[in-house]
């Protein structure tokens, strides 16, 4: 069982950045890879960025490329979103999650074992 608390969202103007932080509970944190999704109002659940189990490798959707950093410290049980250059359409509620599947890259919310409860970004024009 793992437990993950969202911090770190809030309202931020066009151009700006936020860094969005997930603790996780439990001695297990680096047995997952883990992801970061997004949902704005009446939208799907939509991926974001994942990183491996140890960090070595990540991926992003092609929105967030070159704007988004996803990185993970396991000594402290946490996973990071660095958001840059952040638009109006990155507006929404972030969620991180955890997926017990370490050698398969999955994007796909239903893939992912634990959710956070998530915080909301909101990027003004």
């Known amino acids: 069982q793992v437990q993950l608390v969202e911090s770190g969202g809030g309202f931020v103007q066009a151009g700006g950045s936020l860094r969005l932080s997930c603790a996780a509970s439990?001695?297990?944190?680096?047995?997952?890879?883990m992801g970061w999704f997004c949902q704005a109002p009446g939208k799907e659940r939509e991926f974001v960025a994942r990183?491996?189990?140890?960090?070595?490798?990540?991926t992003y959707a092609d929105s967030v490329k070159g704007r988004f950093t996803i990185s993970r410290d396991n000594a402290k049980n946490t996973v990071y979103l660095q958001m840059s250059s952040l638009k109006p359409e990155d507006t929404a509620i972030y969620y991180c999650?955890?997926?017990?599947?370490?050698?398969?890259?999955?994007?796909?919310?239903?893939?992912?074992?634990?959710w956070g409860q998530g915080t909301q970004v909101t990027v003004s024009s």
């Open positions: 999650a955890a997926d017990k599947a370490m050698m398969v890259v999955r994007t796909t919310p239903g893939a992912y074992d634990y």
């Open positions: 439990g001695r297990t944190f680096s047995r997952y890879a």
């Open positions: 990183i491996s189990w140890n960090g070595s490798s990540t």
